[in-house]
């Protein structure tokens, strides 16, 4: 299991695009790359998953370079309801495989 | 998207006693499950993958006799802390994937806390 590493926490003022990049030197050919939100007493909220190049939805966007062994999340706007901590995943998507989580980082949106 | 129901969201035990978790896949099938446990301010462990129909698989350092796995159905798996203390008081959460090459959706957590 690819083992990733991300800044542990960033401060941004609201209405600014914020940019997370993780690192994960060791990651597989069939691992995914995944980020999940989570906020105080919740479980982790998928944001976006990517393998490869750029991934958009409606909340974020996941840059990828070619070499994969690092990926950026990018938020656009961000607001207060953003503050959370991040979570980068690699992994491969089959049943039976887990995801391990790293330290994550805690982003603190303010006014 | 995919639902995945834990319960209760909290529980709040005396010292000695036994808790049970759910954890159910609402709208699909899940062989595997996986339970997550996590501490204040840290990220969340893997403690364990449960199988369906099968023993689970635990992770190095967690006790198999004391955070017991069942997986009977295609629908639900359940932990139950056996004689807890107080430090297995935390946050617990599973997670499931609806198919192979499906992101992972996780339930929204247990909070324990023994007295």
């Known amino acids: 299991l690819a083992k990733t590493t991300q800044p542990i926490s960033m401060d941004s003022y609201e209405g600014q695009e914020v940019n997370i990049t993780c690192s994960h030197n060791?990651?597989?050919?069939?691992?995914?790359i995944t980020w999940y939100q989570q906020f105080p007493s919740q479980g982790p909220r998928f944001i976006i998953q990517g393998y490869k190049t750029k991934v958009t939805n409606e909340v974020a966007s996941l840059f990828i370079p070619a070499d994969r062994k690092s990926s950026t999340l990018s938020l656009p706007r961000v607001s207060l309801s953003d503050t959370a901590v991040y979570y980068c995943l690699v992994g491969a998507n089959s049943g039976n495989t887990p995801l391990v989580f790293g330290k994550g980082t805690r982003l603190s949106v303010i006014a | 998207g995919a639902v995945v129901s834990q319960h209760p969201s909290w529980v709040i035990c005396k010292s000695g006693t036994s808790v049970k978790i759910e954890c159910r896949s609402l709208d699909f099938q899940a062989t595997t499950m996986f339970w997550y446990r996590q501490f204040p301010k840290q990220s969340l462990m893997l403690m364990a993958t449960?199988?369906?129909?099968?023993?689970?698989?635990?992770e190095q350092g967690v006790e198999k006799d004391k955070f017991l796995i069942n997986h009977a159905s295609l629908t639900l798996s359940t932990l139950t802390v056996t004689s807890a203390h107080p430090e297995d008081s935390s946050f617990y959460i599973c997670s499931a994937r609806p198919a192979t090459n499906e992101k992972l959706f996780f339930g929204s957590g247990t909070q324990l806390s023994v007295l």
């Open positions: 060791n990651i597989a050919t069939n691992d995914y």
């Open positions: 449960s199988n369906e129909g099968s023993k689970a698989t635990y």
